[in-house]
């Protein structure tokens, strides 16, 4: 495909000042509102704010939008004062990249807070600047006596359920600042590119939902621009922005990143397409994806073109970044005896087995954009992951995931646990081969955290291939609850640097924590 080539507390007032300028420069509209015009005169504005991405011990990736043409600068620092600050001088930035560019920090000084200023030049007259953007991040300890804290979840604007101004936007965003985590793992569904936001809908009990709209958001997205302004869209959420200049991010993709379901080679009869061909809306969608996030492998300096990744936080923890939409086989009944291909492609199961046996660190958490045990149905007779609801021996893509499992069980790879969104509501769930039609595997959790900013959906059947017990659900009773009618939920993995012991949390938006669960280090299974 031609998409891929293989496709102590910091301190407030940094963030805070950066957030209140990208405010001003950009506020919540509340009415339908297109993407802001590039204004012909005047110095840059980077009114969509900062992200930083992919963090490690010494590197990092910082992000910035322009309404105009203009050089990225950034500057950082040990203090908020800027003294004795470091210069990096950025990309041009223009209509090629959507005006998005992406800077990358190297030599870094390990567990530290780094304080960011992004400035934006214009490229005839450098003297002429706009108004710095400013941002915070810590970069990953080098001891292991440190400790590490972040939160995970995903499937943001799904569904109808876009930016609601009536109910402060997305909240959710600023609750999981207020915790303060070392970063933000997204596990796919950044945007619905197949899922209009219309101006209202009315909600079963008759209360009405306002959404925020763009003209973008009017139709399913096929064109470059329309893709484009898919991941802007999220960036009108002064919440999402605030979030975004204090917590790095690890970001991963799935279906909705181009349209509900998709496969490489896939055909569509979907009457909203008039470009029928996935591939095409894939590669599209995989160039504004590149544009609007900082990630390491697809960053032009040093991308291979790639989503799947290993970043290394530290001693006590790699974060295995999976790709299981791009290299997939079609989506099918599942039953075929014999399938190398699967949901991972033979080549990203190898870098997987290959990378989880280099590592040295405590924990190894698998960052997985679908479930495993979950049945996800595909229409009357196919199936969209990776469970099909036979409850025998592995068939179709169980197979590959068989192999990874005694991979590891072998290798004797210890501190692996898998998480993951997709499925709209929050479990967790131990596999164990007692319990399993194949047992040649370690027990392992995995747990589902999701959505952020979505339709909430009932729990998906269980397939008990490899053994799972669902020790933990909170789930709606009927599809698509809006999220007024339903908490969003996130996760939180705390890994304690004394005792080297995980500790998961399951909490729902309102702070809530729902579920808990200790996990000791230097195991092989849980």
């Known amino acids: 495909m031609s998409y891929r080539p293989r496709i102590p507390s910091p301190d407030r007032r940094t963030v805070l000042r950066g957030s209140l300028a990208a405010s001003a420069a950009l506020t919540l509209p509340l009415t339908a509102t297109a993407a802001p015009a590039f204004a012909l005169s005047g110095r840059p504005r980077a009114a969509w704010g900062v992200q930083v991405g992919d963090v490690?011990?010494?590197?990092?990736?910082?992000?910035?939008?322009?309404?105009?043409?203009?050089?990225?600068?950034?500057?950082?620092?040990?203090?908020?004062?800027?003294?004795?600050?470091?210069?990096?001088?950025?990309?041009?930035?223009?209509?090629?990249?959507?005006?998005?560019?992406?800077?990358?920090?190297?030599?870094?000084?390990?567990?530290?807070?780094?304080?960011?200023?992004?400035?934006?030049?214009?490229?005839?007259?450098?003297?002429?600047?706009?108004?710095?953007?400013?941002?915070?991040?810590?970069?990953?300890?080098?001891?292991?006596?440190?400790?590490?804290?972040?939160?995970?979840?995903?499937?943001?604007?799904?569904?109808?359920?876009?930016?609601?101004?009536?109910?402060?936007?997305?909240?959710?965003?600023?609750?999981?600042?207020?915790?303060?985590?070392?970063?933000?793992?997204?596990?796919?569904?950044?945007?619905?590119?197949?899922?209009?936001?219309?101006?209202?809908?009315?909600?079963?009990?008759?209360?009405?939902?306002?959404?925020?709209?763009?003209?973008?958001?009017?139709?399913?997205?096929?064109?470059?621009?329309?893709?484009?302004?898919?991941?802007?869209?999220?960036?009108?959420?002064?919440?999402?922005?605030?979030?975004?200049?204090?917590?790095?991010?690890?970001?991963?993709?799935?279906?909705?990143?181009?349209?509900?379901?998709?496969?490489?080679?896939?055909?569509?009869d979907d009457v909203r397409y008039t470009e029928k061909n996935v591939d095409v809306l894939a590669a599209r969608s995989m160039r504004a994806f590149r544009e609007y996030f900082p990630v390491s492998t697809l960053h032009e300096s040093s991308g291979d073109g790639r989503v799947h990744r290993v970043v290394r936080h530290g001693p006590l923890l790699d974060v295995f970044v999976l790709d299981m939409r791009s290299f997939r086989n079609a989506n099918s009944p599942g039953r075929q005896p014999d399938d190398t291909t699967g949901i991972l492609g033979a080549e990203q199961l190898d870098w997987l087995k290959r990378e989880l046996s280099r590592s040295r660190a405590v924990w190894k958490v698998i960052a997985a954009d679908m479930p495993l045990g979950l049945v996800v149905t595909d229409g009357a007779t196919d199936f969209e992951a990776v469970a099909q609801g036979d409850p025998g021996a592995p068939l179709g893509r169980e197979l590959q995931i068989a192999e990874l499992l005694r991979f590891i069980k072998h290798r004797r790879i210890t501190g692996t646990l898998w998480l993951t969104a997709d499925v709209h509501y929050t479990s967790a769930q131990h596999y164990a081969p007692e319990r399993a039609a194949f047992k040649d595997f370690a027990p392992f959790w995995e747990f589902v955290s999701g959505p952020l900013a979505a339709g909430g959906f009932p729990a998906n059947a269980l397939d008990s291939t490899f053994g799972p017990d669902q020790v933990f659900v909170r789930a709606p009773d009927r599809a698509n609850v809006s999220p007024m009618e339903s908490p969003q939920f996130f996760g939180e993995v705390d890994i304690d640097g004394d005792s080297g012991e995980l500790t998961v949390r399951l909490r729902a938006q309102g702070g809530s924590v729902l579920f808990s669960k200790v996990l000791q280090p230097g195991r092989v299974g849980q």
């Open 56 to 268: 490690t011990a010494s590197s990092a990736l910082v992000w910035v939008r322009s309404d105009r043409p203009a050089r990225m600068i950034v500057e950082t620092s040990a203090t908020e004062s800027f003294r004795q600050a470091r210069t990096w001088h950025g990309p041009l930035v223009g209509s090629g990249t959507d005006f998005t560019g992406t800077t990358p920090l190297y030599g870094l000084p390990a567990g530290e807070q780094v304080h960011y200023r992004v400035t934006l030049a214009d490229p005839d007259d450098p003297r002429r600047t706009g108004e710095p953007v400013y941002g915070t991040f810590r970069t990953a300890p080098a001891r292991r006596r440190d400790g590490v804290r972040f939160l995970w979840s995903g499937d943001i604007a799904g569904q109808g359920w876009g930016i609601n101004p009536d109910i402060g936007g997305y909240r959710v965003y600023d609750e999981m600042r207020r915790l303060d985590p070392d970063f933000f793992l997204c596990s796919g569904d950044n945007i619905y590119a197949d899922g209009v936001i219309e101006p209202s809908v009315t909600l079963p009990d008759g209360r009405v939902w306002r959404n925020v709209t763009t003209e973008e958001k009017a139709k399913v997205a096929e064109t470059l621009a329309e893709y484009r302004g898919n991941f802007r869209y999220n960036l009108l959420d002064d919440n999402l922005r605030k979030f975004n200049a204090q917590v790095p991010s690890i970001i991963q993709w799935d279906d909705h990143e181009v349209r509900n379901n998709w496969y490489p080679g896939q055909i569509l």
